[in-house]
Each structure stands twice: as C-alpha cells, then as structure tokens.
C-alpha cells in the first residue's frame, strides 16, 4: 500500500504537489528536516508536509531557541572567562 501523496495536501489550496524546502531563512539547513516543512507548488504556501499544518509556530520556535541557545553559548563564552578573570585576580 502506498500513499500517493507524499506529504499532506496543502492547507491553503488542497493541493498535494509540495515540494519540501531544504532551506529556510529562520530555521537554517537544520530546520526543513525537522519540520517537514514543504513549499506547496501551486500557491507557494509553505507548510508542515506531515501534519498538513502551518510551520509558522516551529518556525518561530526555533528561531527563539537557536536565538537562546547562541545567546546562552556567547553568554557563557564570555562569562567563563570573565569568571575565570575573576578568580584569577582574586
Ligand atoms: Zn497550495
């Protein structure tokens, strides 16, 4: 048995001709897989091709944690090092 379509119709036009996008802008290289996040080809909607869903909130999701996880990373970065400063003056 096998599904004709490969990813959920698209939930703007019905449509189940998407192409799944390897690149998003927010979400980098790593998100698309993530997310299924595929590009429908008749409206250019793009949307999470295994749930039919919008990926707006995923997207949005990622941004903010790879935006923390970045922050969190220069934060300790830096702070290590000032915090190493500080216990070598001290
Ligand atoms: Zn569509």
Known sequence: MQ???QYAPCPNCGQSNAKKVSFIW???????????????????????GKTGKSN???????????FVVSFVVVFCLCGG???LNMLGNS
């Open 3 to 5: 599904n004709p379509t």
């Open 26 to 48: 927010l979400g980098g290289a790593l998100g698309p897989s993530m997310f299924t996040h595929v590009k429908c080809q008749n409206c250019n909607t793009e949307y999470n």
């Open 56 to 66: 707006q909130q995923n997207t949005v999701l990622y941004f903010v944690v790879s």
């Open 81 to 83: 090092f000032a915090l």
